[in-house]
């Protein structure tokens, strides 16, 4: 069996043939809110499905790509169509390709996602950074063998999502005049819904927005020494909150709906990022 290593050189190998880009910074888009890789200048997109050790997105409205291109003057890997442990997937799977990031020498990390709102103060359609997470898939990607060349057995998660960055993003947004929250973000596996029961549960521990992915992919980021901005799209709010019946067509109808105002953040950041 090869090496973690040995797969992530087979990958790059692969998509050197593709592109020379030399990225600095990564985004993963969530559900909807993939348009925003077509805006880069001089594309070019490889689909995850040719690249050697990726496994395949399954999900509808995630497409499966990795977008290579430059915005403000920074060269950006972009992320289409992530893949979930819901999916059947390991979460070193997962997280591959958070690892080909690091190896590629990405040190800068945008992470977005669709997710509930669990906080009675938000609204459909308000964009949250994420301050912390608390892990409810009850594993770790981590877990097995440390490869001490890549990150510490026992990286600290203090500093999960950067605070620099968090206020950089609110600056952004109260000068373009974009509604924003803070919040405590919560995953667990999926693929079904929370219940009423599992929502008031996870507003007595704290938890503005729940999800089913993003948290694994930030424990990996912060393995390999990234700095990380966690936006939330708050696409619905949590059975029981609201009476309106949850589906994925309601969570990329939300996000479609805001996706220029986040699209707008999100080039803005990127553009004063050091």
């Given at each position: 069996m090869n090496t973690l290593q040995e797969?992530?050189?087979?990958?790059?190998r692969f998509i050197?043939?593709?592109?020379?880009s030399n990225p600095t910074v990564g985004i993963i888009l969530g559900s909807g809110l993939g348009s925003f890789a077509d805006g880069l200048e001089e594309a070019v997109?490889?689909?995850?499905?040719?690249?050697?050790?990726?496994?395949r997105s399954t999900v509808e409205g995630h497409s499966g790509e990795l977008v290579f291109g430059r915005l403000g003057?920074?060269?950006?890997?972009?992320?289409?169509g992530?893949?979930?442990y819901y999916e059947?997937?390991?979460?070193s799977q997962v997280t591959y390709v958070v690892r080909l990031m690091a190896a590629l020498g990405i040190r800068k990390m945008v992470v977005t996602n669709a997710a509930g709102g669990l906080n009675t103060s938000f609204k459909p359609g308000d964009l949250m950074f994420i301050t912390s997470q608390i892990n409810l898939f009850f594993d770790n990607p981590l877990r097995g063998v440390n490869d001490d060349s890549i990150g510490p057995r026992f990286p600290d998660m203090e500093s999960d999502y950067d605070r620099e960055y968090i206020l950089l993003a609110e600056q952004i947004a109260l000068n373009r005049g974009i509604r924003t929250q803070r919040g405590v973000y919560a995953a667990h596996s999926g693929p079904t819904y929370e219940t009423r029961a599992e929502v008031r549960m996870l507003q007595r521990m704290g938890v503005d927005a729940v999800g089913m992915s993003t948290i694994p992919e930030v424990i990996v980021a912060k393995h390999g020494g990234m700095r990380v901005l966690g936006i939330s799209c708050i696409t619905n709010l949590g059975t029981g909150i609201s009476h309106e019946k949850l589906s994925h067509d309601e969570v990329t109808t939300t996000a479609n709906r805001v996706k220029t105002q986040f699209e707008t953040l999100l080039r803005d950041f990127i553009d004063m990022i050091d």
């Open positions: 797969n992530l050189s087979d990958s790059i050197r043939s593709k592109t020379l997109s490889v689909p995850t499905s040719q690249i050697p050790n990726y496994v003057g920074k060269e950006i890997m972009a992320v289409k992530r893949v979930h059947g997937y390991s979460l």
